[in-house]
């Protein structure tokens, strides 16, 4: 079923969805997924346009500050719920599989804020997020990152003499023999691009806008 | 009256409710959006400076109250610390209203400041915690610093390798040699620009390191501070509890520093006024903080002066000089976007400390660009002499000519703050044998001092 083929009704119930995710309204956004379902409309278009859309707009609202962090971390504990409902008739192997981010805080550094930024813009995206919290070191990274599957390690430094823990997840991934299984992120206050470069990174964001829009260019 | 043992505290770190720290993250939020209404809480753009006492006043009595409400959270045990209002107000008032800092000639009093008040405001400057090149370049510039007659201590930074080709890293040996070293040439340089008994401070990363730089010869003092932090926000680690257990065993005054995060779970300035309060008085319940830093931070712009931040860190101070007689560090406008040898430094760091002070609080967090990254010297005596200078001749001010003065120097920079100039390092800005700014730069200090004295600002000399 494509989205262009849907009658008015339907798209409207598509959008009921969408407006009810951006405004956090948990009871309207599960009634909308349910109704969705009971319509007999495809979840899987639903996803992509209700979810993807209201992922778009959350993301423009927080860039523009009229949202807060407060409101990605409910935004995306809403898509999850909301995802489950859309989800349960869809069999296993036609569900877009989501692409798995492991992030955290290097080892010394006990900075969260940048990171949780990312981290929830992250997952109010549509990917699968295991946050590791902060002043981890290289070797618990990996093997979370190993654990879950993960297609990227996302690495935050807001210090300088924390920087060279980003470069030594790379080292370690390299020595393991790894460093092809996995993308690398860095960022960070005093990190530069010119420094994810230096280190080998794959990627880098100066914001958690830019963050997000690499690891859509990376991974999608 | 009585403070709570911080043995207790640690006690209740390991015996309160667990919680998850995301559930904890959305409880600040929800309660803070509840007390931004029930106070009746409103941020208005056009009044970067609160000159309403009563809605100070409100700010403070909702952080009051979100504290004893939230507690703090301790990321170690994954528990809430909580104490009741009976412990809370015990606490507030059996913090000392003045402590003594540095030695000798160079001695001075950090008391309880009044809104508009007369009372020295204290200023630490330096380049605080900033990247330098070498031992003889960090030197030089802190000597300069030292020399700088506006400041009473300074802030000390980091050298970002060991004989200048072993990396200095977080949580390593090489952290604890390094913060040792550099708390060495500090002292070595405040005696060198003749002020020996000066106050001194750094703050490395983790608490071994910390720790190691205190030294009655050549390091930290007991005289200086010991600085504890807040982890924003509403909580700690047993690694800030580390610098607490070390300060009261070593007999060290304990500063706290505390940022409520706007756009962060605070999520308005309302939200971060109150989240600023809140965290100030989990500096002195949990942390035994006797002075502390009252702060706001942005999420997204990278400076400690924006309109917003002015706003809610200056209630918040506002609020606390008002209902307590704690001492209370201030340092907005410690951190511009703009780099060094730039206008828009100047007007950032006046706007904040201007502010700073006149709410009622010293200014002793150092000050340098937001973000210097790996860049080494980015930072001269002549931004922190500033610093000094501003805080000193805001002494006494009416916020009614604290209002005008920010107004005008917001309208000079606001624009900007998204995408600052980045300024100059000290190579490029001083000469390096006399320690003197270089001409360019010295006029532009001086038509920016000139400024400022014409719009209200009253300096010294």
Aim: hydrophobic content about 40%.
């Amino acid at each position: 079923m494509e989205y262009s083929k849907l009658t008015d009704k339907e798209k409207a119930l598509l959008d009921s969805l969408r407006d009810a995710i951006v405004v956090i309204d948990t009871e309207a956004a599960k009634e909308a997924a349910q109704k969705i379902i009971d319509a007999q409309i495809d979840p899987r278009v639903a996803l992509k346009h209700s979810i993807a859309e209201a992922a778009e707009l959350v993301g423009a609202k927080f860039d523009c500050g009229e949202l807060f962090l407060p409101h990605l971390v409910m935004v995306g504990d809403l898509m999850e719920e909301v995802g489950t409902i859309l989800e349960k008739d869809i069999p296993p192997d036609q569900i877009q599989k989501k692409k798995v981010i492991v992030i955290a805080t290097v080892q010394g550094d006990m900075h969260s804020i940048g990171k949780n930024i990312v981290s929830t813009m992250l997952r109010s995206s549509g990917f699968i997020i295991h946050d590791m919290g902060v002043d981890v070191p290289s070797t618990a990274i990996i093997q979370k990152a190993k654990e879950v599957k993960a297609e990227m390690i996302a690495l935050s430094s807001l210090l300088t003499t924390t920087m060279p823990y980003q470069k030594e997840v790379i080292d370690d991934l390299v020595s393991m023999r790894l460093r092809d299984q996995f993308k690398v992120m860095v960022g960070g206050g005093p990190v530069t691009r010119q420094y994810a470069e230096s280190i080998g990174a794959d990627g880098y964001g100066k914001d958690a806008i830019e963050a997000l829009e690499e690891a859509k260019r990376l991974l999608l | 009256m009585t403070r709570l043992s911080f043995w207790e505290i640690l006690k209740r770190s390991k015996e309160g409710p667990m919680v998850e720290e995301k559930d904890f993250d959305l409880l600040i939020f929800k309660k803070t959006q509840e007390l931004q209404k029930k106070y009746g809480i409103k941020y208005e753009p056009d009044k970067p400076v609160d000159m309403d006492g009563d809605l100070a006043d409100r700010v403070y009595q909702a952080g009051f109250e979100l504290f004893l409400d939230l507690g703090t959270y301790c990321t170690t045990t994954k528990r809430i610390i909580k104490v009741t209002a009976e412990e809370l107000r015990s606490e507030i008032d059996s913090c000392p209203v003045e402590v003594i800092l540095g030695q000798g000639t160079d001695r001075v009093k950090m008391t309880h400041r009044e809104v508009e008040g007369n009372q020295e405001a204290i200023v630490i400057a330096g380049i605080q915690t900033a990247p330098f090149s070498d031992e003889e370049m960090m030197f030089k510039i802190y000597k300069g610093c030292a020399m700088g007659g506006s400041v009473d201590g300074i802030w000390g930074g980091i050298l970002l390798k060991i004989d200048g080709q072993y990396d200095v890293v977080a949580g390593a040996p090489s952290e604890i040699y390094q913060y040792k070293k550099t708390a060495e040439i500090l002292r070595k340089a405040v005696a060198a620009a003749g002020r020996p008994g000066m106050i001194t401070i750094n703050n490395a990363p983790t608490s071994p390191a910390t720790v190691a730089m205190f030294d009655e010869t050549l390091g930290l003092r007991r005289s200086d501070y010991m600085e504890v932090t807040g982890m924003s926000e509403m909580k700690v680690a047993y690694d800030d509890l580390n610098r607490t257990a070390f300060a009261l065993a070593h007999g060290v005054t304990i500063h706290g520093t505390h940022s409520s995060v706007i756009g962060g779970f605070s999520a308005t300035p309302e939200g971060a006024a109150i989240v600023s309060v809140a965290g100030s008085l989990q500096l002195i319940a949990v942390q035994k903080a006797e002075s502390f830093r009252c702060g706001a931070v942005e999420s997204r712009v990278k400076s400690r002066a924006t309109r917003r931040n002015l706003w809610a860190a200056g209630t918040a101070i506002q609020g606390i000089s008002r209902n307590t007689r704690l001492i209370v560090d201030g340092s907005m406008g410690d951190h511009p976007g703009a780099g060094p040898g730039t206008k828009q430094y100047l007007y950032e760091s006046a706007t904040g400390h201007v502010i700073s002070t006149v709410m009622g609080a010293h200014s002793t967090e150092g000050t340098r660009k937001f973000v210097v990254g790996n860049v080494c010297n980015f930072g001269t005596p002549l931004e922190s002499n500033w610093m000094g200078e501003v805080c000193k001749g805001a002494v006494g001010m009416t916020r009614e000519t604290a209002s005008h003065l920010v107004k005008y120097l917001l309208a000079k920079y606001e624009a900007h703050l998204t995408n600052p100039p980045e300024g100059e390092t000290f190579e490029e800005l001083f000469d390096q044998e006399t320690l003197k700014p270089l001409p360019h730069y010295q006029d532009l200090y001086e038509e920016v001092k000139e400024e400022l004295r014409s719009q209200g600002l009253k300096f010294s000399s």
